[in-house]
């Protein structure tokens, strides 16, 4: 069984920096990852996701150029370097893995394709 956990949210202000982690456990091979947020109201969204061997990545446009994603398959994690946060980046934030097997392209972003979550870590934007 998957098991995903993720640290490193925590409140900053407009304009800071926060990398989150998320390290996997309960299978021996890699899966394609993604990093998805949810604000309260809102529904879940995709916000980074990564192939199984880092080759490929997809960001939503509100994150492109602040937001790196990457992962470190030797440490099963996988990270979420965040920058130039806004107060709209506010949400709880999630990893998961997928269940294709293959690269899906813009539709790694979809969250029916992932059926592995972690618990979640919150990151409050401040202005």
């Known amino acids: 069984q998957v098991q995903l956990v993720e640290s490193g949210g925590g409140s900053v202000q407009a304009g800071g920096s926060l990398r989150l982690s998320c390290t996997a456990s309960?299978?021996?091979?890699?899966?394609?990852m993604g990093w998805f947020r949810q604000a309260p109201g809102k529904m879940r969204e995709g916000v980074a996701t990564?192939?199984?061997?880092?080759?490929?990545?997809r960001y939503t446009d509100s994150v492109k150029g602040r937001f790196t994603i990457s992962r470190d398959n030797a440490k099963n994690t996988v990270y979420l370097e965040m920058s130039s946060l806004k107060p709209e980046d506010t949400a709880m934030y999630s990893c998961?893995?997928?269940?294709?097997?293959?690269?899906?392209?813009?539709?790694?972003?979809?969250?029916?394709?992932?059926?592995?979550w972690g618990q979640g870590t919150q990151v409050t934007v401040s202005s």
């Open positions: 998961a893995a997928d269940t294709s097997g293959r690269w899906l392209g813009p539709s790694s972003l979809f969250p029916i394709y992932y059926n592995a």
């Open positions: 309960g299978y021996t091979y890699s899966r394609n």
């Open positions: 990564i192939d199984s061997t880092g080759a490929f990545t």
